[in-house]
Protein backbone atom coordinates (compact mmCIF):
# COMPACT_ATOMS: atom_id res chain seq x y z
CA UNK A 1 0.00 0.00 0.00
CA UNK A 2 1.34 3.38 -0.86
CA UNK A 3 2.58 6.09 1.94
CA UNK A 4 -0.36 8.18 2.96
CA UNK A 5 1.63 10.63 5.88
CA UNK A 6 1.76 13.46 3.81
CA UNK A 7 -0.55 16.05 2.89
CA UNK A 8 -3.25 14.51 -0.11
CA UNK A 9 -5.81 16.58 -1.66
CA UNK A 10 -8.78 15.55 -3.00
CA UNK A 11 -11.70 16.61 -4.46
CA UNK A 12 -14.88 16.85 -3.15
CA UNK A 13 -18.03 15.26 -4.50
CA UNK A 14 -20.13 18.54 -2.76
CA UNK A 15 -20.48 21.81 -2.73
CA UNK A 16 -21.99 24.43 -1.56
CA UNK A 17 -22.05 27.71 -4.32
CA UNK A 18 -22.55 30.55 -2.13
CA UNK A 19 -23.16 34.01 -3.41
CA UNK A 20 -21.82 36.62 -2.09
CA UNK A 21 -23.66 39.54 -3.66
CA UNK A 22 -26.09 38.19 -2.02
CA UNK A 23 -24.79 37.49 1.22
CA UNK A 24 -23.83 41.52 0.90
CA UNK A 25 -27.61 42.63 -0.67
CA UNK A 26 -29.43 41.22 2.31
CA UNK A 27 -26.77 42.79 4.58
CA UNK A 28 -27.82 46.38 3.32
CA UNK A 29 -31.31 45.52 2.66
CA UNK A 30 -31.49 44.62 6.54
CA UNK A 31 -29.07 47.53 7.25
CA UNK A 32 -31.93 49.76 5.37
CA UNK A 33 -34.52 48.52 7.11
CA UNK A 34 -32.88 49.23 10.25
CA UNK A 35 -33.00 52.79 10.22
CA UNK A 36 -30.88 55.04 12.28
CA UNK A 37 -29.46 51.61 14.43
CA UNK A 38 -26.41 50.10 13.26
CA UNK A 39 -26.37 46.58 12.16
CA UNK A 40 -24.45 43.91 12.66
CA UNK A 41 -24.49 40.23 11.91
CA UNK A 42 -24.66 37.05 13.85
CA UNK A 43 -21.71 34.32 12.61
CA UNK A 44 -22.46 31.93 15.21
CA UNK A 45 -22.46 28.06 14.03
CA UNK A 46 -19.77 29.09 11.51
CA UNK A 47 -21.89 31.44 9.90
CA UNK A 48 -24.58 29.33 10.03
CA UNK A 49 -22.96 26.44 8.17
CA UNK A 50 -21.39 29.09 5.11
CA UNK A 51 -17.85 29.68 6.79
CA UNK A 52 -17.43 32.38 9.30
CA UNK A 53 -13.86 33.64 7.74
CA UNK A 54 -15.53 34.37 4.34
CA UNK A 55 -18.73 35.75 5.70
CA UNK A 56 -17.32 37.94 7.94
CA UNK A 57 -14.22 39.36 5.66
CA UNK A 58 -17.41 39.70 2.93
CA UNK A 59 -19.57 41.87 5.36
CA UNK A 60 -16.80 43.62 7.20
CA UNK A 61 -15.48 45.12 3.51
CA UNK A 62 -19.16 46.60 3.41
CA UNK A 63 -19.69 48.32 6.40
CA UNK A 64 -20.57 45.93 9.24
CA UNK A 65 -18.40 46.57 11.94
CA UNK A 66 -20.59 44.30 15.11
CA UNK A 67 -20.32 40.71 14.96
CA UNK A 68 -21.52 37.81 17.24
CA UNK A 69 -20.77 34.34 18.21
CA UNK A 70 -21.59 31.66 20.45
CA UNK A 71 -18.19 30.68 22.11
CA UNK A 72 -14.71 31.76 22.58
CA UNK A 73 -13.52 29.14 20.13
CA UNK A 74 -15.61 30.69 17.42
CA UNK A 75 -13.94 33.95 18.78
CA UNK A 76 -10.59 32.74 18.69
CA UNK A 77 -11.36 32.04 15.14
CA UNK A 78 -11.98 35.17 14.03
CA UNK A 79 -9.26 36.99 15.48
CA UNK A 80 -6.88 37.11 13.07
CA UNK A 81 -9.32 39.57 10.71
CA UNK A 82 -9.77 42.44 13.58
CA UNK A 83 -12.88 42.60 14.19
CA UNK A 84 -15.26 43.53 16.64
CA UNK A 85 -17.27 40.64 18.31
CA UNK A 86 -19.05 39.38 21.07
CA UNK A 87 -19.69 35.85 22.77
CA UNK A 88 -23.02 35.35 23.50
CA UNK A 89 -22.48 32.72 25.70
CA UNK A 90 -21.10 34.57 28.13
CA UNK A 91 -17.93 33.84 30.12
CA UNK A 92 -17.35 30.72 32.20
CA UNK A 93 -14.18 30.11 34.31
CA UNK A 94 -12.89 28.23 31.63
CA UNK A 95 -13.01 30.50 29.67
CA UNK A 96 -11.36 33.63 31.27
CA UNK A 97 -7.50 33.11 29.89
CA UNK A 98 -8.84 33.79 26.52
CA UNK A 99 -11.48 36.15 27.25
CA UNK A 100 -8.63 38.68 29.25
CA UNK A 101 -6.47 38.33 25.97
CA UNK A 102 -9.25 41.00 24.53
CA UNK A 103 -10.13 38.93 21.17
CA UNK A 104 -13.57 39.54 22.09
CA UNK A 105 -16.18 41.09 24.39
CA UNK A 106 -17.97 38.90 26.73
CA UNK A 107 -21.95 39.10 26.91
CA UNK A 108 -22.50 38.63 30.13
CA UNK A 109 -25.60 36.89 31.00
CA UNK A 110 -26.00 35.33 34.43
CA UNK A 111 -25.40 37.02 38.03
CA UNK A 112 -21.92 34.58 38.77
CA UNK A 113 -20.33 35.68 34.74
CA UNK A 114 -21.04 39.41 36.40
CA UNK A 115 -19.28 38.86 39.51
CA UNK A 116 -16.83 36.61 37.49
CA UNK A 117 -15.78 39.55 34.97
CA UNK A 118 -16.05 42.45 37.78
CA UNK A 119 -13.37 40.61 40.26
CA UNK A 120 -11.02 39.90 37.00
CA UNK A 121 -11.15 43.82 36.39
CA UNK A 122 -12.17 42.34 32.84
CA UNK A 123 -12.90 46.02 30.88
CA UNK A 124 -15.42 46.37 28.20
CA UNK A 125 -18.64 43.61 28.14
CA UNK A 126 -21.84 43.17 26.70
CA UNK A 127 -24.83 41.97 28.77
CA UNK A 128 -27.87 40.23 28.41
CA UNK A 129 -31.16 41.28 30.00
CA UNK A 130 -34.19 38.28 29.86
CA UNK A 131 -37.04 40.40 29.46
CA UNK A 132 -39.31 36.89 29.33
CA UNK A 133 -37.62 34.30 27.15
CA UNK A 134 -36.39 32.81 29.72
CA UNK A 135 -33.06 31.17 28.39
CA UNK A 136 -30.36 33.59 28.96
CA UNK A 137 -29.91 36.48 30.79
CA UNK A 138 -30.15 38.31 33.77
CA UNK A 139 -33.29 39.79 35.29
CA UNK A 140 -34.36 43.54 34.91
CA UNK A 141 -35.19 43.16 38.69
CA UNK A 142 -31.23 42.60 39.36
CA UNK A 143 -30.33 45.60 36.64
CA UNK A 144 -32.39 47.46 39.05
CA UNK A 145 -31.08 46.34 41.98
CA UNK A 146 -27.13 47.42 40.82
CA UNK A 147 -26.48 44.05 39.70
CA UNK A 148 -24.44 45.94 36.77
CA UNK A 149 -23.20 48.76 38.83
CA UNK A 150 -19.45 49.50 37.75
CA UNK A 151 -19.27 47.20 34.69
CA UNK A 152 -18.20 49.25 31.40
CA UNK A 153 -21.32 48.36 29.35
CA UNK A 154 -20.45 48.76 25.37
CA UNK A 155 -23.87 46.99 24.17
CA UNK A 156 -26.79 46.24 26.48
CA UNK A 157 -29.12 43.09 24.88
CA UNK A 158 -32.47 41.45 24.91
CA UNK A 159 -33.55 38.96 22.92
CA UNK A 160 -37.10 38.40 21.26
CA UNK A 161 -39.07 34.86 22.13
CA UNK A 162 -41.73 35.45 19.30
CA UNK A 163 -40.34 37.89 16.56
CA UNK A 164 -41.35 35.76 14.01
CA UNK A 165 -45.04 36.00 14.77
CA UNK A 166 -47.45 38.36 15.46
CA UNK A 167 -47.50 37.53 19.29
CA UNK A 168 -48.28 39.86 21.75
CA UNK A 169 -45.08 39.26 23.72
CA UNK A 170 -43.06 41.01 20.97
CA UNK A 171 -44.94 44.48 22.51
CA UNK A 172 -44.09 43.34 26.21
CA UNK A 173 -40.64 42.42 25.63
CA UNK A 174 -40.00 45.75 23.44
CA UNK A 175 -41.46 47.86 26.61
CA UNK A 176 -39.83 45.72 29.14
CA UNK A 177 -36.14 46.61 27.73
CA UNK A 178 -37.14 50.16 26.86
CA UNK A 179 -37.93 50.76 30.62
CA UNK A 180 -33.84 50.15 30.88
CA UNK A 181 -33.60 52.54 28.84
CA UNK A 182 -30.25 55.15 30.60
CA UNK A 183 -30.66 52.79 33.85
CA UNK A 184 -27.23 51.31 33.34
CA UNK A 185 -23.88 52.42 31.74
CA UNK A 186 -24.34 51.00 28.31
CA UNK A 187 -23.85 52.69 25.18
CA UNK A 188 -25.79 51.14 23.03
CA UNK A 189 -29.29 49.15 23.23
CA UNK A 190 -29.96 46.11 21.22
CA UNK A 191 -33.02 44.02 20.48
CA UNK A 192 -33.74 42.74 17.18
CA UNK A 193 -32.79 39.63 15.64
CA UNK A 194 -33.40 39.11 11.94
CA UNK A 195 -37.27 38.89 12.04
CA UNK A 196 -37.58 41.84 14.69
CA UNK A 197 -36.09 44.25 12.25
CA UNK A 198 -38.92 43.96 10.31
CA UNK A 199 -41.61 44.54 13.19
CA UNK A 200 -41.08 48.46 13.04
CA UNK A 201 -38.19 51.42 14.48
CA UNK A 202 -39.38 50.84 17.78
CA UNK A 203 -37.77 47.15 17.96
CA UNK A 204 -34.09 48.41 16.54
CA UNK A 205 -32.40 50.67 19.47
CA UNK A 206 -29.06 51.21 18.34
CA UNK A 207 -28.13 48.11 17.23
CA UNK A 208 -29.79 45.09 15.36
CA UNK A 209 -28.18 41.38 15.34
CA UNK A 210 -29.66 39.12 12.31
CA UNK A 211 -28.50 36.18 11.56
CA UNK A 212 -30.94 34.16 9.59
CA UNK A 213 -31.89 36.26 6.90
CA UNK A 214 -28.76 37.18 6.16
CA UNK A 215 -27.88 34.04 4.94
CA UNK A 216 -31.35 33.81 2.56
CA UNK A 217 -34.17 32.52 5.77
CA UNK A 218 -36.77 34.59 5.40
CA UNK A 219 -38.49 35.04 9.02
CA UNK A 220 -41.15 36.58 8.14
CA UNK A 221 -43.19 37.33 5.27
CA UNK A 222 -42.48 41.23 5.43
CA UNK A 223 -38.46 39.59 3.74
CA UNK A 224 -40.53 37.47 0.85
CA UNK A 225 -39.04 40.10 -1.93
CA UNK A 226 -35.96 41.22 -0.15
CA UNK A 227 -33.81 38.70 0.76
CA UNK A 228 -31.95 36.86 -1.36
CA UNK A 229 -30.86 33.06 -1.43
CA UNK A 230 -27.26 32.54 -0.56
CA UNK A 231 -26.80 28.79 -0.54
CA UNK A 232 -27.18 26.59 -3.51
CA UNK A 233 -25.74 23.01 -2.58
CA UNK A 234 -24.22 20.92 -5.75
CA UNK A 235 -23.78 17.11 -5.98
CA UNK A 236 -22.08 14.91 -8.62
CA UNK A 237 -23.50 11.72 -9.93
CA UNK A 238 -22.09 8.66 -9.15
CA UNK A 239 -24.61 6.61 -11.51
CA UNK A 240 -27.11 6.82 -14.15
CA UNK A 241 -29.61 3.76 -14.80
CA UNK A 242 -32.62 3.25 -16.24
CA UNK A 243 -35.84 1.92 -13.83
CA UNK A 244 -38.33 -0.26 -15.41
CA UNK A 245 -41.88 0.41 -14.85
CA UNK A 246 -43.08 -1.40 -11.63
CA UNK A 247 -39.38 -1.37 -9.97
CA UNK A 248 -39.25 0.12 -6.81
CA UNK A 249 -36.05 2.81 -5.73
CA UNK A 250 -34.60 3.07 -2.70
CA UNK A 251 -35.18 2.11 1.32
CA UNK A 252 -38.42 0.46 2.01
CA UNK A 253 -39.66 0.87 -1.69
CA UNK A 254 -41.47 3.87 -0.91
CA UNK A 255 -41.31 5.39 -4.48
CA UNK A 256 -42.43 2.66 -7.64
CA UNK A 257 -41.72 3.61 -11.13
CA UNK A 258 -45.05 3.98 -13.29
CA UNK A 259 -43.28 3.63 -16.38
CA UNK A 260 -39.75 3.29 -17.43
CA UNK A 261 -37.59 6.02 -15.52
CA UNK A 262 -33.88 7.87 -15.75
CA UNK A 263 -32.75 8.14 -12.54
CA UNK A 264 -29.69 9.89 -11.57
CA UNK A 265 -27.94 8.63 -8.19
CA UNK A 266 -26.23 11.68 -6.01
CA UNK A 267 -23.35 11.85 -4.08
CA UNK A 268 -25.15 13.37 -1.17
CA UNK A 269 -27.65 12.49 2.17
CA UNK A 270 -28.69 13.02 5.20
CA UNK A 271 -24.92 12.57 6.41
CA UNK A 272 -24.45 15.42 4.72
CA UNK A 273 -27.41 17.75 5.91
CA UNK A 274 -29.81 16.86 2.98
CA UNK A 275 -32.08 15.97 5.38
CA UNK A 276 -34.57 12.38 5.43
CA UNK A 277 -37.26 15.01 5.12
CA UNK A 278 -36.36 15.82 1.40
CA UNK A 279 -37.56 12.36 0.95
CA UNK A 280 -40.50 12.25 -2.13
CA UNK A 281 -40.44 16.05 -1.50
CA UNK A 282 -37.24 17.74 -2.79
CA UNK A 283 -36.22 18.39 -5.91
CA UNK A 284 -33.47 19.80 -8.34
CA UNK A 285 -33.01 22.02 -11.17
CA UNK A 286 -35.52 24.14 -10.75
CA UNK A 287 -38.66 21.82 -9.40
CA UNK A 288 -37.69 19.40 -12.90
CA UNK A 289 -35.83 16.57 -11.30
CA UNK A 290 -37.95 15.23 -8.19
CA UNK A 291 -36.38 13.21 -5.61
CA UNK A 292 -37.56 9.62 -6.20
CA UNK A 293 -37.83 7.67 -2.45
CA UNK A 294 -35.95 7.70 0.52
CA UNK A 295 -32.70 10.28 1.18
CA UNK A 296 -30.03 7.76 2.75
CA UNK A 297 -27.21 8.89 4.59
CA UNK A 298 -24.82 9.38 1.29
CA UNK A 299 -27.18 9.29 -1.42
CA UNK A 300 -29.70 10.72 -3.16
CA UNK A 301 -32.05 9.69 -6.09
CA UNK A 302 -33.62 11.71 -8.47
CA UNK A 303 -35.46 11.58 -11.55
CA UNK A 304 -34.13 12.87 -14.50
CA UNK A 305 -35.83 11.84 -17.88
CA UNK A 306 -36.33 15.07 -18.95
CA UNK A 307 -32.59 14.94 -18.99
CA UNK A 308 -31.50 13.13 -21.69
CA UNK A 309 -27.42 14.59 -21.84
CA UNK A 310 -26.99 14.73 -17.50
CA UNK A 311 -24.54 12.02 -16.97
CA UNK A 312 -21.85 10.19 -14.62
CA UNK A 313 -19.83 13.30 -12.98
CA UNK A 314 -21.92 15.87 -14.10
CA UNK A 315 -22.92 18.24 -11.20
CA UNK A 316 -26.55 18.87 -9.87
CA UNK A 317 -27.70 22.23 -7.68
CA UNK A 318 -30.48 20.77 -5.43
CA UNK A 319 -33.39 22.90 -4.75
CA UNK A 320 -32.72 24.80 -2.12
CA UNK A 321 -34.69 27.82 -1.70
CA UNK A 322 -35.01 28.20 2.43
CA UNK A 323 -38.32 29.23 3.28
CA UNK A 324 -39.91 27.07 0.51
CA UNK A 325 -37.82 23.57 1.65
CA UNK A 326 -38.54 24.57 5.23
CA UNK A 327 -42.60 24.16 4.00
CA UNK A 328 -42.18 21.18 2.32
CA UNK A 329 -39.84 19.24 4.86
CA UNK A 330 -41.13 20.95 7.71
CA UNK A 331 -37.87 21.61 9.07
CA UNK A 332 -36.58 24.81 10.24
CA UNK A 333 -34.68 27.16 8.12
CA UNK A 334 -32.08 27.57 10.88
CA UNK A 335 -31.41 23.41 10.83
CA UNK A 336 -31.25 23.34 7.04
CA UNK A 337 -28.49 26.25 6.73
CA UNK A 338 -26.77 25.19 9.61
CA UNK A 339 -27.02 21.46 9.21
CA UNK A 340 -25.05 21.69 5.70
CA UNK A 341 -21.91 19.62 6.44
CA UNK A 342 -18.55 19.37 6.56
CA UNK A 343 -18.11 17.14 3.52
CA UNK A 344 -19.21 20.35 1.13
CA UNK A 345 -16.60 22.19 -0.29
CA UNK A 346 -17.60 25.96 0.01
CA UNK A 347 -17.00 27.77 -3.40
CA UNK A 348 -17.94 31.65 -3.32
CA UNK A 349 -18.62 32.98 -6.41
Known amino acids: MGDYRGAVTVASPLRLRLDRSALSDNWRALDRLAGGAACGAAVKADGYGLGAVEVVRTLAGIGCRDFFVATWAEAAALAPLGVTVSVLHG???EDMAVAAGGIARPVLNTDAQV????????????????????????????????????????????????????????????????????????RRMSLANSAAVALGAGYAFDLVRPGLALYGGVPRPEFADIIRQVVTPEAQ?????????????????????????????????????????????????????????????????????????????????????????????????YELLTGLRERFERSWF
Open 115 to 186: ARWKAASGGACDVMVDTGMNRLGVSPEAVAGGLLDGLAIETLMSHLACADEDSAMNERQRAAFAGLVGKTSA
Open 91 to 93: VRE
Open 237 to 333: ILQRRCVAAGETVGYNATWTASAPTEVAILNIGYADGYRRAFSGVGSAGGGALPVLGRVSMDLVAIDVTSRAVIAEGDWVPLDYDLATASIATGVSQ
